[in-house]
Each structure stands twice: as structure tokens, then as C-alpha cells.
């Protein structure tokens, strides 16, 4: 175990490469099942674990870590499955995402493996509509399933997503119905609050699901001999996607002399002032950490009053 956390304190040299490092877990039976270091704070022994009256049933129970009280997920509750039996001996793996600290419980903790984003592949069609994969890879002549945790904690903890009164005004409505933007995310559910979130604003959306997709889109509009940033206001990125991440999408576009202006953010449930600094070495404009929709929603105005 001691290797598997120092290897998640290396996780920052991968950036900008096009690379991550899965932690590979099971959560039943031999499947094995994956989740990006970079969400990683720490793994441990399922401590006691004590109930919360009135919580969503995938809740098995709170544990306080450092003065501060972290809600346990089953991680097979929460995928379609039946409850972790076995909790002594289990593990938890603490993760953060949009800003908040939650633990997952899982039967075993495997390895941490590093891998090229062009290895991990959006999930096969047919898995169907309810299914809880953002993507899928294989490591050892075995697949290996990579959770949509976002999906996950949608359900558990809905976040808000109706933007608030006096964000956008009747000028800027009027304004967005001119204006297109290109959203990236691999997650189903983070493309739907995207897309409703910009929507509600009266800008037209384009969504597509990995940054190689987006590539490709991008390169095709040269090809036909326009500029993306004449066809669209600003690109919503995600930052952990199959094929190609968001950073290296980023990079990609700066380097290419037709689309170096495009403006670009980078919007991630990643967090941490690890990821400014990331923004300001790939290029892109800015950060938006997920899910917020005040705050996307104020980039958007923002952008449209000085775009």
C-alpha cells in the first residue's frame, strides 16, 4: 500500500503527455474496475464506519479523517449491485471531486498502473442508457471498467443546476442567440448539465465526447477553410477524457497558427490550485471547476460582454 500512495504523489509529471495513472480496484468477484489518480487523496482500511439517519442508501456511513467528516460510498451500491458484504478487510479509497471529499468502499485495492489516454476508450455501444462506465481499457489481456463517478454523485448529492436570478440579463439573453460554444466531456451527465446550463442562456451548443473527437471537429472546419473561433464564441473543455485529454487537446490548438486565439477553458472536477498552473502551462484562458452552474454560467456572460 505504501507504494500505491507514493505513486499517487507522482501523478503530477503525467500532465501535458496525454498519460494518467489508473488505480485499478474490485469491487466484486475478479472484474476489474479503474479511477484516475489524479482524484486520489488517499487509500485505507475501511475504518468503523457511523450511520447517517436519513442518507441515500449507497451511504454506508460517515468516518471522520482529520477533523473532518467524509461520507463512504458503496461502490457496488452505487453501480447496480448488491451491497459490499465483507467491510472488515474492505478498503475506501478518498477521492475529491468538485471540490468535495468523498470515500468509496471497495473489496481490494489492485496496483496503480500508468497508461497513454489514446489506451482508454469511450465504452462500447449496447452497455445501455443506465450504464455507469465513462470508459473502458484493457491491462493484461483483461478489460478493465473505468467508473463514471460523476454519474455516481449525481444521483447521491444532485448538485444545483438552475443558474441563479441576476446572472444573465435580458441584454445578454438577447446577445447568446448569436453565439455557439463547443462543449468536450466524456461524462453523459456532466454534457447534459452543460449543455441545460448554456441552454438556459440562449447559447446554441455543439457537444461532443473526447478530446480527439473535438480534434478532429476542429480540424475538419480549417480544412473547409474557416477558423473555429469564427464558427464558435469559446471551447468548454473537459480535462480527463479517452483518446485525448483536455490538456493535451489545449495544447494541440495553441499550436496550430490558424486556432491559437481559439479561446479555450478547461472545466474539470479536478481541483486544486495544482490545475491553475496547469492552465497557464498548456495555454488555455481559464479553469472552471464542475459543477457550478453560477459560475459557468457568469464565464459564458462574461465572455459574450467582451468576446
Known sequence: MAGVLESVNQRTKLVGENRLELLLFRVRGKQLYGINVFKVKEIIQCPRLTSLPGSNRVVRGVVHIRSGTTPILDMSLATG???????NGAFVIITEYNGATQGFLVA??????????????????????????????????????????????????????????GIVSDDVRTEAGTKKVLIVDDSKIARKQITRCLENIGVEVVALEDGRQAWEHLSSIIEEGERPQDRYM???????????????LTTHIRSNDAMKDFYVVLHSSLSGVFNQAMVEKVGANDFIAK???????DNIVRRINHG
Request: net charge negative; charged share 30%; aromatic share 4%.
Open 108 to 165: 481490494s485495492v489492485d496496483k496503480i498502473i500508468n497508461m497513454n489516454w489514446e489506451h482508454i476508450h469511450p465504452p462500447p455501444k449496447g452497455t445501455g442508457r443506465e450504464h455507469y462506465l465513462t470508459a473502458v481499457t484493457e491491462i493484461e489481456n483483461q478489460i478493465v471498467e473505468i467508473i463514471d463517478v460523476e454519474k455516481i454523485l449525481a444521483e447521491v448529492s444532485p448538485v444545483k443546476e438552475d443558474i441563479s436570478e
Open 291 to 297: 459543477f457550478d452552474p453560477d459560475v459557468l454560467a
Open 234 to 248: 469559446m471551447l468548454v473543455s473537459d480535462i480527463e477524457m479517452p483518446e485525448m485529454d483536455g490538456y493535451t
Open 81 to 87: 449491485g448488491p451491497p459490499l458484504e465483507e467491510v
